[in-house]
């Protein structure tokens, strides 16, 4: 199978993170808040990087379709759909990519 080569990373608006108010905290507790904005800030982090992967498999193989699903109903088809070797391969390289750009930043 040939190379996949990504010319840029899409740039994808995150979600806004929870903020939890003073009336939450007095309602709920400080540890159930707590608990409460790790589990969204994991939720928000699976949603971004599937917008990420959303991006780029419209980008460059034309699945714009993706771009209409909800976060959740896009992961369900990436899956889905990284049963197609070109898929995978792009997502794959796309990976491989964000790592090295990650790691050249904190070097």
Same mark, same amino acid.
């Given at each position: ?29 400080? /540890? ?6 790790? *589990? &969204? ?9 599937? =917008?990420? !992967? ?28 990284? /049963? ?6 792009? *997502? &794959? ?9 990650? =790691?050249? !930043?904190?070097?």
């Amino acid at each position: 199978m040939g190379k996949v080569a990504l010319f840029s990373i899409p740039k994808v608006e995150p979600k806004p993170p929870w903020r939890p108010s003073e009336e939450d905290v007095k309602r709920y507790g400080r /540890e159930f808040v707590e608990d409460r904005k790790r *589990l &969204d800030d994991f939720q928000i982090e699976i949603d971004n990087r599937t =917008r990420e !992967r959303v991006a780029v498999l419209s980008n460059v193989l034309g699945l714009t379709y993706l771009n209409e699903l909800c976060d959740g109903c896009a992961l369900d088809e990436i899956v889905k759909l990284c /049963e197609r070797p070109d898929v995978y391969a792009l *997502l &794959d390289a796309y990976h491989k990519r964000k790592v090295r750009e990650r =790691r050249g !930043r904190h070097s």
